[in-house]
């Protein structure tokens, strides 16, 4: 019992090598819109055999890569290309990566300082332990705090008065 494959082989026929080339360069940079993670070239997709044929005609007429790359972008939007170009509807695919790495980077790297600066002890604001001596208005309000909790009896006496409170 053999078992046999039927696969569909594109044969197209090519004016010249250059026009090869450039079908195999563009089929190869361009994205399947089903299969979204594949090129042109990998997929057996129906609309991947449609967009080659598409691609063979174009090249054919004599169109160049720019065109034809814009015809397709035209038609299926920036998605078709594994290289959109830069403007503000995909600044997101070109600008957040790096920006994401730079920013995990330095985190790690503020992470690390951090865990230096502890395992030497130095971590957090440091403290300067002197006292100095109060002065006359901060004098003023402890004697008043202290004459109130003097007169006071018990022990739930409230020592804030209601200037304290607001």
Request: charged share 25%; with cysteine; proline share 5%.
């Amino acid at each position: 019992m053999s078992m046999t494959a039927n696969a569909a082989i594109d044969v197209y026929d090519f004016d010249s090598i250059q026009q090869e080339a450039q079908y195999r360069g563009l089929i190869e940079e361009l994205r399947c819109p089903k299969c979204q993670n594949q090129n042109l070239a990998g997929s057996d997709a129906p609309i991947a055999q449609d967009l080659k044929q598409k691609t063979y005609d174009l090249i054919k007429e004599g169109r160049s890569d720019g065109e034809i790359r814009n015809y397709m972008q035209e038609r299926y939007g920036d998605f078709i290309s594994y290289k959109p170009p830069v403007r503000p509807s995909t600044w997101i695919l070109w600008f957040f990566p790096p920006l994401l790495l730079i920013l995990l980077i330095a985190g790690w790297f503020w992470q690390t300082k951090r865990r230096q600066l502890t395992a030497r002890g130095q971590s957090g604001p440091s403290v300067d332990h002197t006292t100095t001596p109060l002065n006359a208005t901060e004098k003023a309000e402890l004697e008043r705090l202290l004459s109130r909790s003097d007169s006071a009896n018990g022990f739930d006496r409230d020592i804030t008065s209601t200037e304290d409170k607001k």
